[in-house]
């Protein structure tokens, strides 16, 4: 096995700075059926799929959303632009959090900020938060330069590898710094939501 490394950082760092979100602005403003719902998630997540056949949301899963108490319900059918953006939050969290953990984290904003004509919104709290992240992009580049950089310098000095054989521990050093750095903040967010008062929902 040869892998280019400096390739390897160079295409991590494209990946980084091509990291975009659906934004507010093209999400429809208008009433959808699922069908709809579902092929306009494919369409604006599909750069985030990992294999080509990965599904990005499907009937089921809308139908477990609502049925957990993480998706208000729709109106005749029709989702709003609203439901579109909490199935976006929903599918960028499920990555790292339980179901639980999502509706304890997105019942406030549903139970005060979905359907309102108060300034904040839904869609207010959806750009806020993707502007702040989109802000960090620089910084998680330095972040996972510096892990490489760090991950170069290990094994250097050990004795009866081969040169095959310590290209593949520094990478597997380079994946484990990575792993521990999500690890550490998925631990951190956990800790955060459990601190957090147990969602109530209003009544149907």
């Known amino acids: 096995m040869k892998i280019n490394m400096d390739e390897l950082l160079d295409s991590m ?3 980084i700075s091509n990291m975009d979100y659906v934004r507010s602005e093209d999400i429809p403003n208008i009433e959808l059926y699922m069908d709809q719902v579902t092929s306009f998630m494919d369409e604006q997540l599909r750069s985030s799929k990992r294999y080509d ?6 009937k089921t899963m809308i139908n477990n959303y609502a049925k957990n108490n993480l998706l208000p319900p729709p109106v005749k059918k029709k989702y709003s632009k609203e439901h579109v953006i909490v199935m976006i939050f929903i599918y960028y ?3 790292i959090l339980s179901i639980k953990d999502i509706e304890t984290i997105l019942t406030p904003i549903t139970g ?9 919104d839904v869609a207010s709290i959806y750009e806020e938060v993707c502007d702040t ?13 510096e892990a490489y950089e760090t991950s170069q310098n290990t094994f250097k000095d050990m004795e009866g590898l081969s040169d095959s054989d310590r290209e593949y521990l520094q990478l597997f050093s380079l994946i484990s710094s990575l792993s521990f750095d999500v690890y550490a903040k998925k631990a951190l ?8 008062p147990e969602p109530v929902h209003k009544k149907k």
């Open 133 to 145: 992240a989109k802000s960090q992009i620089q910084n998680l580049k330095d972040e996972v330069r």
């Open 189 to 196: 967010i956990e800790r955060i939501i459990d601190e957090l």
């Open 13 to 15: 760092l494209e990946g």
């Open 53 to 58: 056949d990965d599904k990005i949301l499907t």
């Open 93 to 95: 969290f499920k990555t």
């Open 112 to 120: 005060k900020y979905f359907d309102t004509d108060s300034a904040v």
